[in-house]
């Protein structure tokens, strides 16, 4: 992605996401990405689908309900942010989310499902966007970011936790 003024006022950590990004066409790229996380989660053998790759790590399938829940979490950001609501919104704790998720199991098809649900709303929400609504900031995690910057973290961070997918758990 090439968006200088995105990447001049967006957090540092932020970056590496944006550069997954290909172009700045923010609606495309949630709808390409959508097509994209579901041919490849289809394609995960089931053998692979509750393998960790070391101790303390999560399993594919946790990774992908990551995924989602970040997804969301930003897509409520993104939503407070677009209609100029100036409340500063905390941070989350990705590991204690999964955490008290270890019991309920997740079925490739179910998973499958959510992310795509979720990721038709979050494509609604962002259509539904102005500039102004885009570009107005608010504070996440004690951050300056804007609705813009979140929906291109939401397409980045899926890109880098499927590339984690595929070297660590498909190998």
Known sequence: MNNPSLYASAPNYYL????????????????????EVVTFLEAI???????????????AAQVIRHIIETERIFAYRAL??????????????????????KAIPFTRSG???EFETVRDSTISLFESMTSE???YKGEANGLPVNAEMLGFMIVGHTIHHMSVIESRYLD
Not at 45 to 59: C, L, V
Not at 80 to 101: K, V, W
């Open 133 to 135: 609504m885009l570009a």
């Open 80 to 101: 407070r942010f677009s209609r100029f609501d100036s409340t500063p919104l905390a941070g989350f704790n990705e590991n204690h989310y999964i955490e008290n998720l």
């Open 45 to 59: 053998p089931d053998n692979r689908w509750d393998f960790a790759y070391g101790q303390d790590k999560w399993t």
């Open 111 to 113: 998973l499958i499902n």
């Open 16 to 35: 590496y996401y944006f550069d997954l990004v290909e172009s700045n066409d923010l609606i495309a790229e949630l709808k390409k990405n959508r097509a």
